[in-house]
């Protein structure tokens, strides 16, 4: 497969209308929130993202760029809010690079990330379980399902990629 080249830059104040791009499309936040978020809902989850960044040097909400600059997505590598002893991966990727690739990469990245800082910290997966293809992508990297049912009133899968403790 072709080597993504992509960039990672944490999200900041003025990214808002990137944010928006991705959140206000129904077809992205079908397997996310289960619809489209409101400009209020959008709001305040992009305040929690920036909390995020400014909690943690390493860790974060992250905008994907390719290396023709163009805006591919967001993913996050953070402290899970549900089990504050394990990482949280997850990712979003614009419908126009579906398929090709990027979930992948960002994956990849994210997971070599957790490696650097937190090389003994377990990693999550949260997914709606009817997305297969998060599914797939995070089991081909060592994820295994432990919980489906349903989490914050959305029906919710969860993955983990268990490492090894000290």
């Given at each position: ?8 830059t ?28 409101t400009?209020?809902?959008?709001s ?6 920036l ?9 974060g909400?992250?905008k ?54 937190f090389?003994?910290?377990s990693i999550?997966?949260l997914i709606?379980?009817?997305?297969i ?14 919980f489906?049912?349903?989490e914050?009133?959305?029906p919710?899968?969860?993955l983990i990629?268990k490492?090894p403790?000290?």
């Open positions: 497969m072709e080597q993504k080249n992509i960039t990672y944490k999200y900041t104040a003025e990214d808002f209308g990137l944010f928006e791009s991705l959140f206000y499309d129904s077809d992205i936040m079908l397997y996310v929130t289960g619809k489209a978020l400009k209020a809902e959008a305040a989850k992009f305040g929690s993202i909390a995020i960044n400014d909690s943690d040097e390493n860790l909400c992250f994907v760029y390719d290396s023709n600059n163009e805006f591919l997505g967001d993913c996050k590598l953070e402290w899970s809010r549900h089990d504050s002893t394990k990482l949280e991966i997850g990712y979003i990727v614009k419908k126009d690079y579906w398929g090709q690739g990027y979930g992948t990469r960002i994956c990849t990245d994210m997971l070599s990330l957790a490696n650097v800082f090389p003994e910290v999550i997966g709606d379980p009817a997305n293809a998060s599914k797939r992508l995070l089991e081909k990297f060592g994820f295994e399902s432990y489906i049912g349903e914050d009133g959305l919710t899968e969860k990629l490492r403790t000290a």
